[in-house]
């Protein structure tokens, strides 16, 4: 007996809309306004992931013993987190 092989659902496919709005028939606003949200969900997804890289960095340089090294990297990790919770 092995680990299951089926098919995960991918959680990041974002739900289709029911509600009706924003499909068609000239409705433009919700067009661009789809356009918009997907564009900031991009930019969020590079800020996250490049505080991801600064915190992995600052933690290597740590574990080498380089605090001064790893101070910068850190920094920049904390202010990119503090500014997409704000």
């Known amino acids: 007996m092995g680990k299951p092989t089926g098919k995960k659902k991918n959680p990041d496919t974002p739900p289709t809309d029911s509600s009706g709005r924003g499909g068609g028939g000239g409705n433009k606003s919700g067009k661009s306004l789809d356009r918009s949200a997907s564009k900031a ?12 890289e600064l915190k992995e960095e600052g933690n290597k340089l740590f574990q080498r013993r380089d605090t001064e090294g790893a101070i910068k990297p850190s920094n920049f990790y904390l202010e990119i987190t503090e500014t997409l919770l704000t």
């Open 41 to 52: 969900d991009e930019d969020m997804t590079i800020f996250i992931n490049r505080a991801i």
